[in-house]
């Protein structure tokens, strides 16, 4: 036959296979039947089988609906954002939740309590933070957990574990100490109201030289961190394993050696990835000057990423760290696709990932906006007695007697529905007109 209807027969062949094979699927789906192209279909949405009937495969997670399973790990974005703020974007935050029960968070930006709040994860199971380094986006959050867990339950102080500096004050245990300090007043006037306990903070500072070296082992569980490169001396990056699964999280870093040769293989990899400088200039209204070394000296471009990505060759891999919608998003995927082709994430807040030998699938948690604190099994110590309260009688004497005594009803009504009669703070008062 000559070429050109070679060419012909080719294409009938190939048209009549398609629409055989189209007729079938469609055939066998009108029938309930399931075919392998059925099959792959349903990964991407599940089959509903009636009109009120439980749908499955909605690629969403309900936070606490779900157990892990003992060899599985659960990867929650609590914050993949910038140090400036958005409403719908939180800085810096990485929720690891394990099989065996630990949950160990990787950097607290500012504003990812918000979305940590919103698994509602009672706060006793949330007391281990590990920080890859001190700028603000990546622990801004500390005051929020501190603070807010405290009044919300948690029994025990928290823990942090980050790296040192060149110099004590740029280290992390300089950086908590002076944290406390700085949060004094906000201390002292719970800690004798509420219990002092969780109010402490214990830092566990380690070398931020150091290569590959263990910084954390329990339960099963094992951090490792190594230098990262980020703007002056201290950041790290951190590995993280877990019953034969081996997890990677950047923190920032430009790109560097020692990263590629610890996140070898490993099963996924999360790692900082910026827009290029044309973004920064457009939207990020940087002097062009400074856009490219923003992107690309001080932090990782999407073409260097796919780089680094196509060398460890992670199962599955996650790019944050860049404000994400629809002008950067696909910018930033072509860049990274330039140079890797293998599975990714762009991630954005509440996206997360079950993690196990078998697969590895991205979803979305689905939370409250305006949830609530959720107690555990495990009570706070009670108030410490003999710590000085510290109101003075100054301002106490400001109190204006009418506006409490207009409360008296419901507070009785209190009082006798929990028998607090003998713990009645009024009677105290100078003011106290006890009702008749
Ligand atoms: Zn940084
Ligand atoms: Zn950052």
Redesign the pocket.
Same mark, same amino acid.
């Given at each position: 036959m000559k070429p050109k209807l070679i060419n012909i027969a080719i294409g009938l062949l190939a048209v009549a296979a398609l629409t055989v094979v189209y007729t079938a699927g469609w055939f066998m789906g009108q029938t309930g039947q399931e075919t392998a192209l059925i099959k792959e279909a349903q990964a991407a949405g599940g089959r509903v089988k009636g009109p009120n009937v439980e749908a499955p495969d909605r690629y969403v997670y309900y936070p606490g609906t779900e157990k892990l399973a003992k060899d599985e790990v659960r990867v929650i974005a609590c914050g993949t954002g910038m140090?400036d703020q958005r409403r719908g974007q939180a800085s810096?935050c990485f929720l690891f939740e394990f099989g065996n029960g630990e949950k160990l968070i990787f950097d607290l930006g500012t504003g990812s309590m918000r979305n940590i709040s919103s698994l509602m994860i009672p706060y006793q199971y949330l007391t281990k933070v590990f920080l890859s380094h001190l700028?603000t *986006? $990546?622990w801004g959050g500390l005051s929020s957990l501190w603070a807010g867990g405290w009044t919300a339950g948690r029994p025990v102080p928290l823990e942090v574990w980050g790296p040192s500096g060149q110099t004590p004050d740029m280290g992390t245990k300089y950086a908590v100490e002076h944290f406390l300090k700085a949060n004094n007043w906000d201390y002292q006037t719970r800690a004798y109201k509420i219990t002092p306990v969780p109010g402490q903070i214990k830092v566990h500072e380690f070398d931020y030289r150091a290569e590959n070296a263990v910084v954390y082992q329990e339960n099963g569980i094992t951090v490792r961190s190594w230098p990262a490169i980020h703007a002056g001396d201290g950041p790290v990056s951190f590995s993280i394993e877990y019953a034969g699964l081996k997890m990677v999280f950047s923190g *920032?870093t430009t790109p560097n050696k020692w990263f590629v040769k610890y996140a070898k293989n490993a099963d996924f990899v999360i790692h900082e990835v910026f827009p290029p400088p044309e973004i920064w200039v457009a939207w990020g209204n940087q002097p062009p000057q400074l856009g490219w070394r923003a992107c690309c000296e001080f932090h990782t471009s999407g073409q260097s990423f796919g780089k680094i990505m196509s060398e460890i060759k992670p199962r599955h891999a996650v790019g944050y $760290?860049f404000f994400n919608e629809e002008a950067t998003r696909y910018v930033i995927y072509d860049s990274i696709r330039e140079t890797y082709d293998g599975p990714l994430s762009m991630a954005t807040d509440m996206m997360m990932w079950d993690i196990t030998k078998d697969k590895i699938v991205e979803r979305m948690a689905v939370s409250a906006d305006k949830s609530w604190a959720v107690p555990g099994t495990t009570r706070q110590p009670p108030p410490e007695k003999g710590l000085a309260p510290v109101m003075s009688e100054f301002i106490k004497s400001g109190e204006w007697g009418p506006a409490f005594n207009a409360q008296n009803k419901v507070l009785d009504e209190h009082s006798k529905k929990y028998n607090l009669q003998d713990q009645d703070w009024r009677k105290q008062k100078p003011w106290y007109k006890p009702s008749k």
């Amino acid at each position: 036959m000559k070429p050109k209807l070679i060419n012909i027969a080719i294409g009938l062949l190939a048209v009549a296979a398609l629409t055989v094979v189209y007729t079938a699927g469609w055939f066998m789906g009108q029938t309930g039947q399931e075919t392998a192209l059925i099959k792959e279909a349903q990964a991407a949405g599940g089959r509903v089988k009636g009109p009120n009937v439980e749908a499955p495969d909605r690629y969403v997670y309900y936070p606490g609906t779900e157990k892990l399973a003992k060899d599985e790990v659960r990867v929650i974005a609590c914050g993949t954002g910038m140090p400036d703020q958005r409403r719908g974007q939180a800085s810096a935050c990485f929720l690891f939740e394990f099989g065996n029960g630990e949950k160990l968070i990787f950097d607290l930006g500012t504003g990812s309590m918000r979305n940590i709040s919103s698994l509602m994860i009672p706060y006793q199971y949330l007391t281990k933070v590990f920080l890859s380094h001190l700028h603000t *986006d $990546h622990w801004g959050g500390l005051s929020s957990l501190w603070a807010g867990g405290w009044t919300a339950g948690r029994p025990v102080p928290l823990e942090v574990w980050g790296p040192s500096g060149q110099t004590p004050d740029m280290g992390t245990k300089y950086a908590v100490e002076h944290f406390l300090k700085a949060n004094n007043w906000d201390y002292q006037t719970r800690a004798y109201k509420i219990t002092p306990v969780p109010g402490q903070i214990k830092v566990h500072e380690f070398d931020y030289r150091a290569e590959n070296a263990v910084v954390y082992q329990e339960n099963g569980i094992t951090v490792r961190s190594w230098p990262a490169i980020h703007a002056g001396d201290g950041p790290v990056s951190f590995s993280i394993e877990y019953a034969g699964l081996k997890m990677v999280f950047s923190g *920032d870093t430009t790109p560097n050696k020692w990263f590629v040769k610890y996140a070898k293989n490993a099963d996924f990899v999360i790692h900082e990835v910026f827009p290029p400088p044309e973004i920064w200039v457009a939207w990020g209204n940087q002097p062009p000057q400074l856009g490219w070394r923003a992107c690309c000296e001080f932090h990782t471009s999407g073409q260097s990423f796919g780089k680094i990505m196509s060398e460890i060759k992670p199962r599955h891999a996650v790019g944050y $760290h860049f404000f994400n919608e629809e002008a950067t998003r696909y910018v930033i995927y072509d860049s990274i696709r330039e140079t890797y082709d293998g599975p990714l994430s762009m991630a954005t807040d509440m996206m997360m990932w079950d993690i196990t030998k078998d697969k590895i699938v991205e979803r979305m948690a689905v939370s409250a906006d305006k949830s609530w604190a959720v107690p555990g099994t495990t009570r706070q110590p009670p108030p410490e007695k003999g710590l000085a309260p510290v109101m003075s009688e100054f301002i106490k004497s400001g109190e204006w007697g009418p506006a409490f005594n207009a409360q008296n009803k419901v507070l009785d009504e209190h009082s006798k529905k929990y028998n607090l009669q003998d713990q009645d703070w009024r009677k105290q008062k100078p003011w106290y007109k006890p009702s008749k």
